[in-house]
């Protein structure tokens, strides 16, 4: 909880004007009443500006650190052009990790583990060791990556029917997360032949049946997935050895329904190709 403390502090804006659009209490309550128990949400933050959603997200993380474990690390999101424009923004948007949603390779999740279920093709790095937060560049920022490891984020968009989403909705709560899947660490040994092969893996998302759901180079997240955590820096995150960073989506994200059974994510180029694998049972 003192680590989902401090990590709730740290993307709350400090000083300026009183942020009059951030959450109070009581909209925080009523949130996470109907996130736990999956069932449609007003939206957090519509009213108010990005600053008016990272103090609202903040609050919120603080609380359900309390049922979904502490925070383990950090998401970028919207990291392409056309997710941007879809959500009206012109950079990406970032919210946190909780231990509990992370999940080992082959999980079984319910297909409906969420109020609006839906699926991506991610990726996650491990961060080594504090000299990450001096990078300025993506190869100083590789040299303090110690592994990387697959990942299916299950992201929930949570909201009621007709309640805005927008990257300030977004953000305040905290990028939509629910459930994800990681598969094993891969070591990184030479971080800047690792650097090249992340930009230039092929990541492809299959439905059970071998389905291609999506497929995009590791470029399409800010030209390398590594720049997700420079964005990060820039945006004040502070990492800690150990954290896990959800670089964004490699192609769009998706209903859960469009991959029945469930779905494999396999990324060519890495070494030895990886694969990981997430389960939906009714």
Known sequence: MFRAFLAALAIIPLGGAALADCANDAEIATFVQSYLSRTPARALGAGGDMDDALCTQGKLAAVLAESLGPVVGY???????????????????????????????????????GTIPMLEADLLLVIGDAAINQATTPEEAMAHISAIRPFIELPDMTLAKGEPITGETLTAMGVAPRLGVMGPEIAV?????????????????????????????????????VNSVLWL?????????????????????????????????????LPGDPEVSVTFVE
Do not use: C
């Open 75 to 113: 998401k970028a999101g919207l990291t392409s052009k056309p997710a941007q424009d879809r959500f009206g923004v012109t950079e990406p948007v970032h919210g946190v990790l909780y231990r509990d949603m992370l999940l080992p390779a082959g999980a079984e999740v319910p297909a409906a583990f």
């Open 189 to 225: 040994s030479d971080p800047a032949a690792m650097l090249n092969m992340l930009a230039g893996m092929t990541v492809t998302l299959m439905a059970a049946d071998g389905t291609v759901l999506t497929e995009a180079p590791g470029a399409a997240v800010l030209g390398n997935p």
């Open 233 to 269: 820096l820039s945006k004040g995150i502070t990492f800690q050895p150990g954290d896990v960073v959800s670089v964004g989506s490699f192609g769009p994200l998706l209903p859960v329904a469009k991959a029945p059974g469930g779905a494999n994510l396999r990324y060519t180029g």
